[in-house]
């Protein structure tokens, strides 16, 4: 300890990229992006919430495994697709994992730009190729059992679905 | 050589387990050690076709070559978001 020091300035304790347990706080990443974001005239945030309801069945509540390396890597993939597309775009994404009630934030996406544009189109962009390459599941648990959701084979390298997702974020 | 299986969401309910470790022949690719598996497990089967697989946490093809001390995971269609 050196009394004479001055004190630390309090570094950021949000990452840009996480996959977590914790509860997800759309207003502290969203925080984190504004705190450098002087260039920027656009903050577009997409948050994910547990419905009480699909495919006709009355959901109690989800349970989400995730493959965690790999998942982090998927999203920081995804963030480099979006900054290619939208170069003046900075992005962030943290997903949850574990028991998830009706109402619960399961994922959220924020992004900043000069213009909003490119902050919707990234936003969007991004909810889309989640579901398309992130190794994240589903474990629904509805009144009278419980099933897995499946939608797609993740294929990172499949450029037709990239392309989709591209389509999607600039209808 | 000695690999781990991972295995995710229902591959993991159908095996009974998420990890593996399993001896495997030399020289060994993702769909040899997915091979030795479905001759263990054949319920495994039905996602050959639609499943995703990584070595080392990190998406691979089925003809990847597998080396000893690998993490090789199989995962099915996947669902976040």
Same mark, same amino acid.
């Given at each position: 300890m050196n009394p004479g020091a001055p004190p630390q300035r309090e570094t950021s304790v949000v990452p840009l990229v996480a996959v977590t347990a914790a509860p997800l706080d759309q207003l502290a990443l969203s925080r984190e992006l504004e705190r $450098? =974001? $002087? =260039?920027?005239g656009a903050i577009a945030s997409f948050v994910g919430l547990v419905r009480d309801h699909n495919q006709g069945r009355r959901v109690s509540y989800l349970e989400y495994e995730a493959y965690e390396p790999l998942a982090v890597r998927a999203l920081n993939l995804i963030i480099d697709e979006a900054r290619e597309l939208w170069p003046t775009a900075r992005l962030a994404v943290h997903h949850r994992t574990g028991r998830l009630d009706i109402g619960d934030a399961s994922i959220i996406i924020v992004a900043a730009s000069p213009h909003r544009a490119e902050a919707f189109a990234a936003c969007r962009y991004m909810i889309e190729r989640v579901k398309q390459i992130v190794p994240i599941w589903k474990h629904e648990h509805f009144e009278g059992g419980d099933v897995w959701l499946e939608g797609a084979t993740a294929d990172p390298d499949d450029t037709a679905a990239r392309e989709t997702a591209r389509r999607i974020a600039c209808a | 050589m000695r690999v781990t299986v991972r295995l995710f969401a229902r591959l993991r309910d159908l095996a009974g387990a998420g990890e593996l470790v399993r001896e495997v022949s030399e020289p060994a690719t993702v769909r040899s050690v997915w091979q030795g598996l479905v001759g263990e497990m054949?319920?495994?089967?039905?996602y050959e076709k639609t499943m995703s697989v990584a070595v080392n946490a990190d998406y691979a093809k089925m003809s990847a070559a597998v080396s000893d001390g690998d993490e090789v995971a199989f995962m099915p269609p996947v669902s976040g978001g």
């Open positions: $450098s =974001a $002087s =260039a920027d | 054949p319920a495994l089967q039905d």
